[in-house]
Every structure is written in C-alpha cells, then in structure tokens.
C-alpha cells in the first residue's frame, strides 16, 4: 500500500502547528504575537510540503488501481451491522440478568434485615 499525498500534507502541516507553537512559547511573550507566529510557521511548513508532494510524489501513479468498489463496501458494512446488533443482543441479555440478580439482591438483604430486627427484639 503506497502513502497517499494527503497523509503527507496532514502529517507535516501538523508538524510545523507544533514546532511554531513551541518556537512561539519559547521565543514570544504577547498572546497576539503567538498566534501570528504559530500560523505562519504552520502556513510555511503547509506550503513546503505542498512543493515537496508536487515535485517528488507522482500523484496521478497514486490513485491507479484505487476504484470504489460498492458491491465489497455494502458486504463489510453488512457484516459490520450484523455483527453490532449481535453484540447489542449479548448486552441486553447481560443487562437483564444483571437487574434480576440486582433485585434477588434486595429482596436478600430485606430477608436479612428482617431476620436481624427479629433477633435484635428477640434479645
């Protein structure tokens, strides 16, 4: 699988956001001056890897062979749906089973209450 352009151009632009905000902090003390100093460092590394991708990646080589094939994409979106609403299922089983077990619970607690009052009256 061959990177495409637009992770290249992605990965640097956020690159030159985070330098240009640490040369910024490091070097500039108003908030304004921050902000301008960081954008344009971003915009310059934003350009740079626009003439890097346009001299140095053939882009039109890229995208060979890259169709939409809808038949495979409508298969893996089925058996991705299917395979959430089974998990859906096993949850509100699980949820089920949970609240009975939660309702078992107090009703055995009131029992030991109850049985812990008579004892206490008891003595």
């Keep these: 699988m061959r990177p495409m352009p637009e992770n290249f151009v992605a990965f640097f632009t956020v690159c030159g956001f ?3 905000l640490s ?4 070097s500039i003390e108003g908030a304004f ?3 301008v100093f960081t954008v344009l460092i971003t915009f310059l590394f934003y350009m740079l890897i626009h ?8 882009t039109e080589k890229v995208g060979i062979g890259r169709q939409f094939d809808v038949g ?5 979106n089925d058996l991705i749906i299917g395979d ?3 998990r859906d299922k096993r949850i509100e089983h699980l949820l089920a089973k949970l609240n009975e077990e939660r309702e078992e619970l107090k009703k ?8 812990n009052v008579k ?3 008891a003595a």
């Design 108 to 115: 055995s607690e009131a029992k030991e209450r109850r049985k």
């Design 72 to 76: 495979e994409y409508e298969m893996i």
């Design 119 to 121: 004892k206490q009256r």
């Design 51 to 58: 003439i890097s991708v346009m001299f140095f990646i053939d």
């Design 33 to 35: 001056e921050m902000i």
């Design 23 to 26: 040369f910024s902090v490091i």
């Design 84 to 86: 959430l609403d089974n």
């Design 18 to 20: 985070f330098i240009g």
